[in-house]
């Protein structure tokens, strides 16, 4: 695995997005170009990976489509093949764990549609539609990604068993690719996006989540879910153009219902939930630099933050954007490229980019190892300069509680859980 700050040509890595089986897909950024890319580089150990990623470049070159992921470039560096791709903020498997308006999946799906629509014209079969294969760019943009398994249909055409086992269609797994099968696969990425659940063998309707996807949609569109998710491929539309004429046909009628009005006819006003997060950030934003939100409830959080307070979840911030220079590889949180250790999470140490030591205003305390001495921002969990855990419990101005568990300050009034320890919160 490359670490942090350590160059490879022309890029210097910023941390790691991802880890599958045959590759590692780094943030990166191009000195030269000065823009930070995606990096897509086959793991040392495996033998097919090499092979796999050279027939996504030859595949990806040949579709040029606003929704389909573009390659930069693709060349040898020091003896790895690397890869270089646009960076996008995230995926559609991380935007379905929040809270999205129906509008918004509506054109997430149609975006997606029109990509694997694209490519079946040109007689590719992507052979690996999923969430985590959609990434998602500034202004709500989605581009498939991924042609690794991509196979091109030339009358009879027979494969191995590729694509992800929970999305894969029946013949598929049987090394029987089809334009059918990218057909059923994403049927069952659009009843994920719309249901919130992922329908599980042997799909026999109504499937999980079906009464939430009543409630929102027309019978006409939950129609072409269930003709796209047949599991005999010849009941299912032809290919992803045939879907696309249907789902464009039935987009501006698609939703059941609009969003209810009160008794007055205005629109329903914001939730407690959100009056409860907007007196949090009023209090605490500044502090706690509570300026992302939490992949599952979409609720305020920090970077520091090792759950969230209102659901739990485990790093709710990952992924988001920071304000330091690079990111650990290991948890995605910010690092400075002074730091020797990441100071969230209990890692390996970063290659050494400078000798000098970068002021900053957010220092408010000094390290307890007297060798060290180092400074130190509030929430910190290991000093980054020796590794050193941190024992000072960090407290919250304006709130006198601490957590029963840690010992850190929480916010009483207002969390579920302890943000530093997961500890759930209770009030007497």
Same mark, same amino acid.
């Given at each position: 695995m490359l670490r942090v700050r350590q160059r490879i040509g022309k890029y210097r890595i910023l941390g790691r997005i991802a880890s599958g089986p045959l590759a590692d897909v780094y943030r990166a950024y191009d000195s030269i170009q000065n823009i930070k890319v995606a990096l897509k580089i086959p793991k040392q150990d495996e033998n097919t990976g090499h092979e796999e990623l050279l027939h996504e470049v030859r595949v990806a070159t040949k579709l040029r489509h606003p929704n389909i992921l573009s390659v930069l470039n693709a060349s040898y560096i020091d003896d790895h093949f690397v890869i270089a791709m646009e960076l996008g903020q995230e995926s559609l498997a991380d935007r379905i764990e929040r809270r999205t308006s129906t509008a918004s999946k509506m054109d997430l799906a149609r975006q997606g549609l029109a990509a694997i629509a694209y490519a079946h014209e040109h007689k590719i079969?992507?052979?690996?539609?999923?969430?985590?294969?959609?990434?998602?760019?500034?202004?709500?943009?989605?581009?498939?990604?991924?042609?690794?398994f991509a196979k091109r249909c030339v009358r009879t055409l027979k494969a191995s068993g590729s694509g992800t086992i929970d999305y894969i269609a029946p013949e598929q797994a049987m090394g029987r690719p089809k334009f059918q099968s990218d057909?059923? %696969?994403?049927?069952?990425?659009?009843?994920?996006?719309? %249901?919130?659940?992922?329908?599980?063998?042997?799909?026999?309707?109504?499937?999980?989540?079906?009464?939430?996807?009543?409630?929102?949609?027309r019978p006409e569109m939950i129609d072409v879910l269930k003709k796209s998710t047949q599991l005999d491929a010849t009941k299912r539309y032809r290919d992803a153009v045939q879907m696309q004429a249907d789902f464009d046909r039935l987009d501006s009628h698609a939703r059941l219902q609009k969003r209810p009005r009160s008794k007055s006819g205005s629109r329903r006003g914001v939730s407690w939930r959100q009056l409860q997060w907007r007196e949090f950030q009023r209090q605490f934003k500044t502090q706690l630099d509570s300026r992302h939100?939490?992949?599952?409830?979409?609720?305020?959080?920090?970077?520091?933050?090792?759950?969230?307070?209102?659901?739990?979840f485990d790093n709710p911030s990952r992924g988001s954007e920071t304000r330091m220079p690079a990111h650990c590889p290991r948890c995605e949180r910010g690092v400075k490229n002074d730091w020797d250790y990441c100071a969230w999470c209990y890692g390996p140490g970063f290659v050494e980019e400078a000798t000098r030591h970068y002021p900053d205003k957010r220092y408010t305390a000094k390290c307890a190892n007297t060798r060290c001495r180092g400074p130190l921002m509030p929430f910190m969990r290991y000093c980054p300069h020796c590794r050193s855990k941190v024992r000072r419990p960090w407290k919250i101005?304006?709130?006198?509680?601490?957590?029963k568990a840690c010992n850190w300050g929480i916010a009483h009034e207002f969390w579920n859980y302890c943000a530093?320890?997961?500890?759930p919160v209770r009030r007497e």
């Amino acid at each position: 695995m490359l670490r942090v700050r350590q160059r490879i040509g022309k890029y210097r890595i910023l941390g790691r997005i991802a880890s599958g089986p045959l590759a590692d897909v780094y943030r990166a950024y191009d000195s030269i170009q000065n823009i930070k890319v995606a990096l897509k580089i086959p793991k040392q150990d495996e033998n097919t990976g090499h092979e796999e990623l050279l027939h996504e470049v030859r595949v990806a070159t040949k579709l040029r489509h606003p929704n389909i992921l573009s390659v930069l470039n693709a060349s040898y560096i020091d003896d790895h093949f690397v890869i270089a791709m646009e960076l996008g903020q995230e995926s559609l498997a991380d935007r379905i764990e929040r809270r999205t308006s129906t509008a918004s999946k509506m054109d997430l799906a149609r975006q997606g549609l029109a990509a694997i629509a694209y490519a079946h014209e040109h007689k590719i079969i992507h052979c690996d539609i999923k969430p985590e294969n959609f990434i998602l760019f500034p202004g709500n943009q989605l581009k498939l990604a991924d042609f690794g398994f991509a196979k091109r249909c030339v009358r009879t055409l027979k494969a191995s068993g590729s694509g992800t086992i929970d999305y894969i269609a029946p013949e598929q797994a049987m090394g029987r690719p089809k334009f059918q099968s990218d057909v059923f %696969s994403m049927g069952l990425v659009l009843y994920r996006l719309f %249901s919130g659940k992922l329908p599980e063998w042997p799909f026999e309707w109504p499937m999980p989540g079906y009464d939430k996807l009543a409630a929102r949609f027309r019978p006409e569109m939950i129609d072409v879910l269930k003709k796209s998710t047949q599991l005999d491929a010849t009941k299912r539309y032809r290919d992803a153009v045939q879907m696309q004429a249907d789902f464009d046909r039935l987009d501006s009628h698609a939703r059941l219902q609009k969003r209810p009005r009160s008794k007055s006819g205005s629109r329903r006003g914001v939730s407690w939930r959100q009056l409860q997060w907007r007196e949090f950030q009023r209090q605490f934003k500044t502090q706690l630099d509570s300026r992302h939100h939490c992949r599952r409830c979409e609720g305020p959080v920090s970077e520091s933050m090792q759950a969230c307070p209102w659901c739990g979840f485990d790093n709710p911030s990952r992924g988001s954007e920071t304000r330091m220079p690079a990111h650990c590889p290991r948890c995605e949180r910010g690092v400075k490229n002074d730091w020797d250790y990441c100071a969230w999470c209990y890692g390996p140490g970063f290659v050494e980019e400078a000798t000098r030591h970068y002021p900053d205003k957010r220092y408010t305390a000094k390290c307890a190892n007297t060798r060290c001495r180092g400074p130190l921002m509030p929430f910190m969990r290991y000093c980054p300069h020796c590794r050193s855990k941190v024992r000072r419990p960090w407290k919250i101005k304006g709130s006198r509680h601490s957590c029963k568990a840690c010992n850190w300050g929480i916010a009483h009034e207002f969390w579920n859980y302890c943000a530093w320890c997961r500890e759930p919160v209770r009030r007497e």
